[in-house]
């Protein structure tokens, strides 16, 4: 059974079941309150008539054929046959005799002092010359009474299937609203189940289904996204591959041949490339560790001021080479702070090989390290090209090279691993970039 049926059965029900202990009460009270109306009225009556025969009479002899005519008592029965209505009402003398019985009050019984006070007494002249008693039966009721409850419960069930329908057009309604979304999302599912990631659904409301619909869109633009840069990555990889293979399969089929002479010089050129691919290589194997957060840490304590020197040891000579000025700023005596050397120094590696490959002849970088309470903060820093303020969001993702000139190292990798080992140490790193000049800041 599908969940529209299912939600619209369980509102018909509940409404039904609402509806019939309604319909139940409203019966109910509406018998119960119209036979005490009917007592009520009937009493009143019985006592004025009383009252009314005694005052002419002087007596209560003959009272019971006045009020039988009358219709307050029901009439006799017939020889053999049972008393065919109910009597209501029976009447005491001032001496607590039963003079016209009713109920469990018997002809000439003597009925108890107390008893008469739950009952209507009857004067004339100032003297209580008699008392009504209710015996607790109902009255019979005259066929317009009896028209009038059968037209009450006509409308009593008209009112109750009227209600019963509505139950289930409105039920009908509430449940194809609260399912029409999650038929959205479940068409939308199969599709991303079938490899098309970009699946938005409409927000229908702002309850908990359109909070529900806002956070799958959410996650089918990330997962749309997430897909194009594995398909960006993959692509510049083997872009990447392809390169340095086809350089070495020129080389080693030319040297096989004969067309080439071996010399020092080409063997450099083909070592080179090797070690293009190990770091390529490399960097691939640093960033699936890191997703599956079997990325290792071996943390000891080391001063900033000597893990930038050794930074900036390890690219002095480059640096000088290309005459860009290499220097590290430390702001006073900064305390030591425990983290993994090597992978720190290949997060600095990759932003100050990145700052000398885009630093023009004659610029500076500066590598700097500060202290703000708890946290250590780095920094490096060029004068080279400045990144566009619409790529400087996307300058960590993998591969991206909305900017090829701060695209990272040569896999267009080195940006994202550096913010993959720097969150590793529980850290932060961002970016500010102005027209000239670019610093990347790193927060311990």
Same mark, same amino acid.
Request: hydrophobic fraction near 40%.
């Given at each position: 059974?599908?969940?529209?049926?299912?939600? %619209?059965?369980?509102?018909?029900?509940?409404?039904?079941?609402?509806v019939g202990l309604a319909a139940l009460f409203v019966w109910t009270t509406t018998y119960v309150q119209?036979?005490?109306?009917?007592?009520?009225?009937?009493?009143?009556?019985?006592?004025?008539?009383?009252?009314?025969?005694?005052?002419?009479?002087?007596?209560?002899?003959?009272?019971?054929?006045?009020?039988?005519?009358?219709?307050?008592?029901?009439?006799?029965?017939?020889?053999?046959?049972?008393?065919?209505?109910?009597?209501?009402?029976?009447?005491?003398?001032?001496?607590?005799?039963?003079?016209?019985?009713?109920?469990?009050?018997?002809?000439?019984?003597?009925?108890?002092?107390?008893?008469?006070?739950?009952?209507?007494?009857?004067?004339?002249?100032?003297?209580?010359?008699?008392?009504?008693?209710?015996?607790?039966?109902?009255? %019979?009721? /005259?066929?317009?009474?009896?028209?009038?409850?059968?037209?009450?419960?006509?409308?009593?069930?008209?009112?109750?299937?009227?209600?019963?329908?509505?139950?289930?057009?409105?039920?009908?309604?509430?449940?194809?609203?609260?399912? #029409?979304?999650?038929?959205?999302?479940? !068409?939308?599912?199969?599709?991303?189940?079938?490899?098309?990631?970009?699946?938005?659904?409409?927000?229908?409301?702002?309850?908990?289904?359109?909070?529900?619909?806002?956070?799958?869109?959410?996650?089918?633009?990330?997962?749309? @996204?997430?897909?194009?840069?594995?398909?960006?990555? %993959?692509?510049?990889?083997? #872009?990447?591959?392809?390169?340095?293979l086809t350089v070495l399969s020129g080389y080693l089929e030319s040297l096989q041949d004969g067309k080439?002479?071996?010399?020092?010089?080409?063997?450099?050129?083909?070592?080179?490339?090797?070690?293009?691919?190990?770091?390529?290589?490399?960097?691939?194997?640093?960033?699936?560790?890191?997703?599956?957060?079997?990325?290792?840490?071996? @943390?000891?304590?080391?001063?900033?001021?000597?893990?930038?020197?050794?930074?900036?040891?390890?690219?002095? #000579?480059?640096?000088?080479?290309?005459?860009?000025?290499?220097?590290?700023?430390?702001?006073?005596?900064?305390?030591?702070?425990?983290?993994?050397?090597?992978?720190?120094?290949?997060?600095?590696?990759?932003?100050?090989?990145?700052?000398?490959?885009?630093?023009?002849?004659?610029?500076?970088?500066?590598?700097?390290?500060?202290?703000?309470?708890?946290?250590?903060?780095?920094?490096?820093?060029?004068?080279?090209?400045?990144?566009?303020?619409?790529?400087?969001? #996307?300058?960590?993702?993998?591969?991206?090279?909305?900017?090829? /000139?701060?695209?990272?190292?040569?896999?267009?990798?080195?940006?994202?691993? !550096?913010?993959?080992?720097?969150?590793?140490?529980g850290g932060s790193i961002y970016a500010e970039s102005a027209s000239a000049g670019t610093r990347f800041?790193?927060?311990?």
């Amino acid at each position: 059974m599908k969940l529209t049926s299912k939600l %619209t059965l369980a509102f018909l029900l509940v409404s039904l079941i609402a509806v019939g202990l309604a319909a139940l009460f409203v019966w109910t009270t509406t018998y119960v309150q119209f036979d005490q109306y009917l007592v009520d009225q009937r009493q009143g009556q019985f006592v004025a008539i009383a009252a009314e025969y005694y005052q002419s009479q002087g007596s209560w002899s003959g009272v019971d054929a006045v009020l039988r005519e009358q219709g307050l008592l029901p009439p006799f029965a017939q020889p053999g046959t049972q008393q065919p209505d109910p009597q209501p009402f029976a009447l005491v003398d001032q001496n607590r005799v039963v003079i016209v019985p009713g109920g469990q009050y018997r002809p000439g019984q003597k009925v108890q002092k107390g008893t008469l006070e739950k009952g209507i007494g009857i004067e004339v002249g100032g003297v209580v010359v008699g008392t009504v008693l209710t015996t607790g039966q109902a009255p %019979t009721r /005259s066929p317009i009474e009896d028209k009038y409850l059968t037209h009450v419960n006509q409308s009593l069930l008209v009112a109750a299937l009227g209600g019963a329908l509505i139950a289930l057009l409105l039920g009908l309604f509430l449940a194809r609203s609260l399912t #029409h979304p999650v038929r959205d999302l479940t !068409a939308a599912t199969v599709s991303m189940a079938q490899g098309r990631f970009s699946q938005p659904v409409p927000i229908r409301s702002q309850d908990e289904l359109g909070k529900l619909a806002a956070s799958f869109n959410q996650m089918s633009a990330d997962l749309e @996204r997430a897909n194009r840069a594995r398909r960006q990555m %993959t692509a510049d990889i083997a #872009h990447d591959l392809r390169n340095p293979l086809t350089v070495l399969s020129g080389y080693l089929e030319s040297l096989q041949d004969g067309k080439l002479q071996p010399t020092p010089e080409r063997f450099e050129v083909m070592q080179s490339e090797v070690q293009h691919l190990q770091r390529l290589v490399e960097d691939l194997r640093t960033l699936s560790l890191a997703d599956v957060g079997e990325l290792k840490l071996h @943390r000891q304590l080391i001063a900033p001021a000597d893990l930038l020197e050794r930074v900036v040891a390890a690219y002095r #000579h480059q640096a000088e080479s290309q005459q860009i000025e290499l220097s590290v700023d430390t702001q006073g005596a900064l305390a030591e702070i425990e983290l993994d050397p090597e992978r720190m120094e290949q997060v600095l590696g990759n932003l100050v090989s990145n700052a000398l490959r885009y630093t023009p002849e004659g610029g500076t970088i500066r590598l700097s390290a500060d202290q703000a309470e708890d946290r250590l903060v780095l920094g490096v820093e060029d004068s080279g090209s400045g990144i566009l303020p619409e790529v400087l969001p #996307h300058i960590f993702e993998r591969s991206y090279r909305g900017d090829p /000139s701060r695209s990272g190292n040569e896999s267009g990798l080195g940006l994202a691993i !550096a913010k993959s080992i720097v969150e590793l140490h529980g850290g932060s790193i961002y970016a500010e970039s102005a027209s000239a000049g670019t610093r990347f800041t790193i927060i311990l």
